[in-house]
């Protein structure tokens, strides 16, 4: 009987055949157990200096595509041009706001469903959720974060770290959101993530419409976009993680914070949590 070190050893992220999640439920391992001790993406120390000021900027300012960060980073006495700025971003996950010719394309033979929220009052818990995906810097690589939201709420009802912009770590974040429940519309943007078969079938079996940004159009799903400046400015930018443990004990401490003591203004200075099963069981803490 192999122990939780011995099953974590034994997962090979290098696998040709065997994706990660596969191997984790081969082995009878929770997938983001054997991410708590794996090793962060990296790139050579200069990018992940540079990948730490593109992070910060674009958390600041997401219309700036390649271009403009580029021509912003050389006005910070960085010698970089838009080829390697434009391989970081996509590294990073990031694309600037704005229409952008033959660019960040969907995957062709994935479905894309159209933008249900255009002038929508979302007045409930449970009536919007939507997910998304951020770059978290480190001392010495980075990580991904996926999270789900209710739009109503600001309740973050799961979250999910990867070292890898794969699709599995996105759906094992949805699974267990819809643990708790459902919502009527599920909003996602067009990456090959939310469009996936894998993604798309747990919301196709229970009914939920789909909904997803149009491309170029990160403020569709504008309260994903809001709780990561929030998560960046009030949590990550305060700390410096060396190893993905450390990472993920402080992401649990501020997730609690924030759904549970955090007040929000736009919520009647009420938590998240507040908002989403109070308001649900007709109980309005005001």
Sequence with gaps: MLTLDGKRASVDPGHPSISIRQQCELLGLNRSSFYYVASPATETA?????????????????????????AWLRRKDHCVNRKRIGRLMRLM????????PGTSRPCPEHEIYPYLLRNASIVRPNQVWSTDITY????????????????????????E????????????????????????????????????????APLKEREIRISMDGRGR????????????????????????????ELHCGLQEYMAFY???????SLNYRTPREAHFLSREGSMVV
């Excluded at 810097?137 to 979250?159: C, E, T």
């Excluded at 709780?227 to 060396?242: A, D, H, Q, S």
């Design 46 to 70: 200069e990018n992940l200096e540079i990948m730490r000021l593109i992070d910060r900027q674009y958390t600041r300012a997401p219309f700036y595509g390649s271009r403009r960060m580029t």
């Design 93 to 100: 996950g990031l694309e600037g706001v704005g229409p952008k």
């Design 136 to 159: 978290l810097p480190m001392s010495s690589g980075f990580m991904y974060l996926a999270a789900v939201i209710d739009w109503h709420s600001r309740f973050i009802l799961s979250w």
């Design 161 to 200: 770290l990867s070292n890898t912009l794969d699709a599995e770590f996105c759906v094992v974040a949805l699974n267990r959101a819809l643990q708790q429940g459902a919502p009527e519309i599920f909003n996602t943007d067009q990456g090959c993530q939310f469009t996936s078969k894998a993604f798309l």
């Design 218 to 245: 990160a403020l569709d799903n504008i309260f994903v976009e809001r709780f990561w400046r929030t998560l960046k400015y009030e949590w990550l930018y305060l700390n410096e993680y060396e190893q993905v443990r």
């Design 259 to 265: 759904n549970d003591d955090r007040l929000h203004s």
